[in-house]
């Protein structure tokens, strides 16, 4: 069995599109598994969707025609492109406890866990960046032109300083992050926030291009912040990427609330995190007022709130 944890961006999305720098971090609370059984001679690949009890039949990607317009089947079929493998026999059966349309990765993680399991299963493990270059590949079937973030930071499973086209940056997390996110049950698609940001910024060039080098010096800054572990700035940026990201037009009146009454508990800082219009809001918090806030924020009308640490994953 194979996993890939959600994500959670702390600085820089839409801007990230441009070529500034975003800062993205594992959220390990969530994940997506996928597990590999053996099927009898000729039954081929099947995908379980076990989640929602769908279930698809892959075709071989050389036996001709387009590529399958299912996320699911076109990552199996690259995975098999990639390894030069026959179609094999076994069934794939996805879990994942990340909610869809949220700004949480989803896509990327069931991608990546499915890529990696399937690999593993024909003896050809991929990881790093071949693995990081197949989710990719998925990824821009979900959101049209991804920036690479999502698969980027699923597949190191590790805190990235990222900026589009080149290698992620891993860096230190001075102090700590504890966070809660919240989810505000709005299921919202990133390729329509991502497709409306860059309407407004054709129509709109300048103005549009200078909040983007706005949010981009904000993320530097917030760099520096995270490694030295100055909590109270990191939060007061992360209060300034939700304005811009207003600016955008991807917040709502809803996330708008959540991170209002998240900041009046006591939170530290809050903003809006991935797509928007939906999904998530993040608020930094001290370990003493975790609950609180989380509390406010349910109360403000978030469907579901959980706790994350972010630190410096030692390794050995
Ligand atoms: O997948 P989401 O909703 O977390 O959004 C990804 C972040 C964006 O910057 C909005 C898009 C991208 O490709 O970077």
Redesign the pocket.
Same mark, same amino acid.
């Given at each position: 069995m194979q996993q890939a944890p959600a994500?959670i961006?702390l600085f820089?999305?839409?801007?990230?599109?441009y070529g500034q720098p @975003?800062i993205a971090v594992p959220f390990t609370a969530l994940h997506a598994t996928v597990e590999s059984r053996a099927t009898p001679p000729g039954t081929g690949l099947t995908i379980i969707a076990g989640d929602v009890g769908q279930l698809l039949h892959v075709e071989h990607p050389l036996a001709g025609g387009e590529p399958s317009g299912n996320a699911l089947i076109y990552a199996a079929q690259i995975t098999l492109a990639k390894l030069k493998a026959p179609l094999p026999d076994l069934s794939l059966e996805i879990r994942s406890t990340i909610p869809v349309?949220?700004?949480? +990765?989803?896509? @990327?993680a069931v991608s990546t866990a499915l890529i990696r399991e399937l690999s593993a299963a024909l003896g050809s493990p991929l990881q790093g960046d071949a693995l990081n270059a197949l989710v990719y590949e998925v990824?821009k079937m979900?959101?049209g032109?991804?920036? +690479?973030?999502?698969n980027t930071v699923i597949v190191s499973g590790a805190p990235v300083y990222f900026v589009?086209g080149q290698a992620p940056q891993p860096f230190q997390i001075g102090t700590p992050l504890t966070l809660v996110v919240a989810d505000s049950g709005i299921q @919202?698609s990133?390729r329509e926030?991502?497709g409306a940001?860059r309407e407004l910024y054709e129509q709109h060039p300048d103005s549009f291009g200078g909040y983007f080098e706005e949010i981009g010096a904000l993320v530097k800054e917030a760099r520096r912040y995270i490694e030295a572990g100055n909590l109270k700035e990191i939060g007061q940026l992360m209060n300034r990427n939700h304005i811009l990201l207003s600016v955008l037009t991807?917040s709502s009146p809803l996330l708008n609330r959540l991170t209002g009454a998240a900041r009046d508990a006591g939170a530290l800082g809050a903003k809006l995190?991935?797509? +928007?219009r939906g +999904?998530n809001v993040i608020a930094l918090v001290m370990s003493s007022t975790a609950d609180q806030v989380a509390e406010a924020l349910r109360g403000a009308g978030a469907v579901r709130t959980w706790m994350t640490t972010v630190e410096t994953l030692e390794t050995a």
């Open positions: 994500k961006i820089g999305e839409h801007a990230v599109v @975003a349309a949220s700004g949480l +990765g989803s896509g @990327a990824e979900h959101h032109t991804p920036s +690479g973030i999502d589009r @919202a990133t926030s991502v940001v991807v995190s991935g797509g +928007g +999904g």
